[in-house]
């Protein structure tokens, strides 16, 4: 397990980071789009897009999961629906029906059942175990197939689902979909900011922000096939806001291990400071309760490695949160809610109703078609 003194200080890494992200923007090819919409972002590279790019996620989201017929040829499905990303985030599809892509990203996932079918042993092969506070009808829980699509226009959500579906035609059928958006966000470093949520917390302050990080935490290295990509997890909760709500501040604060006007830890600073999960008050309590959501889910305690969350509130049927989670091991998610299904505050405010688990795929380009290195 490493210590928290061996990580770096997100104060230390963070301005390099934006050094080095604007220099990568800077060497991207992007396509110019009429009007001053927002600047677009590039659909091919080593990664694709949406997960890392752009750093501060767009505003609105829709995560449509579906089934992959039987009998399909996974290789050639991939590789249109990468064709069709590359037309609609240039702004040269007419299925946009006039919209500007702007900032458009589509991020396509393929569940276990098409990895292991490939190679039981690979990233993105084993389908996550059932937890507790879960209420997941079989239609929700799995899938074969991930099109998140982001954008700063919530109109065009919708519209770009509807090419991608009606290009895959009758090879796949949809299981389950969810839109949602970000709260306002919050400036946590130079070149980072974080959303609040449906709890009025900031959301996502800890995560792999740093490019070193991200080789070692996001990122998988291997084998070739899938170097490149990445895990997700999805989990759509609903929240008894209500009964959150009816909490007194310092008992909210309580349940998060943060400050709710300014994000910071219990322990002090400011939203930048490492938690310091050993700080206690002069009677031998500690700063950040041992039940709070902070102390639960740090990754240092759990014995992981950090996760890129990227989540996104919506309010139908009920308030709620669609949690993405990205990393290079699906371990990272599972020892890490293991760990907070025995003591974490937060959770009985939460209900899972669907769950899914995806390997984002390597990124691709015009002459290495979406889904190539894994499906020939």
Known sequence: MRRADDLPSRRTF???????????????????QPGAGAAAVPATGTHQAGVTLPREAQRNLLAVVADVADGTAVGPLLAELG????????????????????????????????V????????????????RHERIDPRARGGDLLLQVCAGDPVALSVVAAALLGRAGDRVRERW??????????????????????FGFVDGVVGPHAEEQQRRDLWLAGPAPVAGGAVAVLRRMELDLARFAALPRADQEAVFGRRRDDGAPLSGGDIATDPDLGAKTPDGRYLIPAGAHLRRAHSTAAGVGLMLRRSY????????LLFIAFQNDLATFTKTLTRMENG????????????????????????????????H
């Open 14 to 32: 963070l301005g390099a980071t934006a050094l080095a992200a604007g220099l990568a923007a800077a060497c991207e090819p992007r396509a110019a």
């Open 83 to 114: 064709e069709a990303i590359r037309a609609l985030t240039a702004g040269t599809d007419a299925r946009l029906l006039g919209l500007r892509p702007d900032d458009l990203t589509v991020t396509v996932g393929v569940g276990p059942r098409l």
């Open 116 to 131: 292991s079918a490939v190679d039981p042993a690979l990233p993105g092969a084993t389908d996550l175990p059932p937890f």
């Open 177 to 198: 979909r969810q839109s949602g958006r970000r709260g306002a966000t919050v400036p946590v470093d130079r070149g980072l900011t974080a959303p609040r949520n449906v």
């Open 313 to 320: 509130s919506f309010d139908d049927p009920a308030p709620g």
């Open 344 to 375: 974490d505050a937060l959770l009985p405010f939460t209900t899972t109703t669907a769950s899914a688990t995806f390997l984002v795929l390597p990124g691709f380009d015009e002459r290495r078609p979406l889904g190539a290195t894994l499906f």
